[in-house]
């Protein structure tokens, strides 16, 4: 990696931290969903740009409840952040570069978005 990348997972990482925190404080809060970009949309081949599970992409995206109480566990670590889910009935560890993440809602328990904000994906080959 080199600098510039690792400059923007810092920030990346920094960012998805604070509007976590400040999403699941909002006292109507439900889930805490995250988009997450599988598939280049520059490419007509569906290439995928990390290890995701093929099940759950749809129209090049991932989007998963991330929320503490839905996965095993959420580590923030320093280029991805990685979270536990049961998929199939199996435990499953994924670990989503920050860069690729590229929405984040807080959904109130009746199911309407509450928050949000949006980012700009970016890959580490920078």
């Not at 009935?89 to 949000?116: F, Q």
């Amino acid at each position: 990696m080199n600098k510039v990348s690792d400059t923007m997972n810092i920030v990346r990482k920094a960012l998805l931290c604070a509007a976590i925190d400040a999403i699941e404080s909002i006292p109507q809060h439900g889930k805490t969903n995250i988009g997450v970009i599988v598939c280049s949309p520059d490419t007509k081949e569906e290439e995928f740009l990390w290890d995701a599970p093929e099940q759950l992409v749809q129209d090049g995206q991932l989007s998963l409840n991330i929320s503490e109480d839905a996965i095993g566990s959420r580590v923030f670590g320093d280029t991805t952040i990685q979270v536990k889910i049961s998929l199939d009935g199996r435990d499953t560890t994924l670990n989503i570069p920050y860069g690729l993440v590229v929405r984040l809602s807080c959904i109130s328990k009746e199911g309407g978005i509450l928050a949000g904000e949006s980012f700009g994906a970016f890959t580490t080959s920078m």
